[in-house]
């Protein structure tokens, strides 16, 4: 798979992306996750089925399973190592080892989730992302990235081109007429931090 991937894709597929995995991988960061959906979904809405994309090892899954406890789940990610731990983890969930641009997927889900996955899409391949999330929600999409009011690059742990910040979620909305449902904010210095994290639940009219 990794002659076919991007510049970004490649990042995340190799030794960065396993890496990635021990540096979100404590009780801490899936305390703060739990508490980040509550938040978000403390007025529960009707889910029988989620798909993540970029679920890495399943911190955010681990936290909807809580709230959905008969949700079907599906996951897709990228690198191989954390597809291993997420099957390992989660044995009643569907796994998909695949970046975002290659998924084949025929479903749809009343959520679609991207948390932390967007930002590092290169800008190039965004309307083609945006046609898959779009496509693969039934009812709900759920935003939570950095967010910047125009396109920004900055340097992610070194490195360029490897972070993007935008408003992902008013570019849905306006792509594809979404209605905002609600939003909020995370910032760092929060008793229960997820790194100036903005999010958007959005509905399809």
């Not at 403390?42 to 029988?48: C, E, H, R, T, Y």
């Not at 996955?117 to 999330?133: A, C, F, G, S």
């Not at 990235?145 to 008013?170: C, M, Q, V």
Request: aromatic fraction near 14%; include cysteine.
């Amino acid at each position: 798979m990794s002659n076919k991937l991007n510049e970004q894709e490649k990042f995340w597929f190799g030794d960065f992306g396993k890496k990635y995995i021990s540096r979100n991988n404590s009780k801490k960061i899936q305390k703060n996750t739990d508490i980040f959906f509550k938040k978000i979904f403390k007025k529960k809405i009707n889910l029988n089925t989620i798909i993540e994309l970029g679920a890495n090892v399943g911190n955010n899954i681990k936290s909807l399973s809580k709230i959905y406890p008969k949700s079907k789940i599906t996951s897709v990610e990228i690198n191989e190592k954390a597809c291993k731990i997420l099957r390992k983890k989660f044995t009643d969930i569907k796994v998909i080892n695949s970046s975002l641009a290659s998924l084949k997927i025929n479903e749809t889900f009343e959520l679609v989730l991207c948390k932390g996955i967007l930002i590092h899409i290169n800008p190039r391949q965004l309307n083609k992302i945006y046609d898959k999330i779009y496509s693969l929600s039934k009812k709900y999409i759920l935003i939570a990235e950095y967010y910047s009011p125009t396109p920004t690059k900055i340097i992610y742990r070194g490195k360029k081109n490897k972070l993007f910040k935008r408003d992902f979620a008013g570019d849905l909305i306006n792509r594809y007429n979404l209605k905002l449902i609600d939003y909020g904010f995370s910032y760092r210095y929060d008793k229960y931090p997820q790194d100036d994290l903005t999010w958007f639940l959005l509905k399809k009219n």
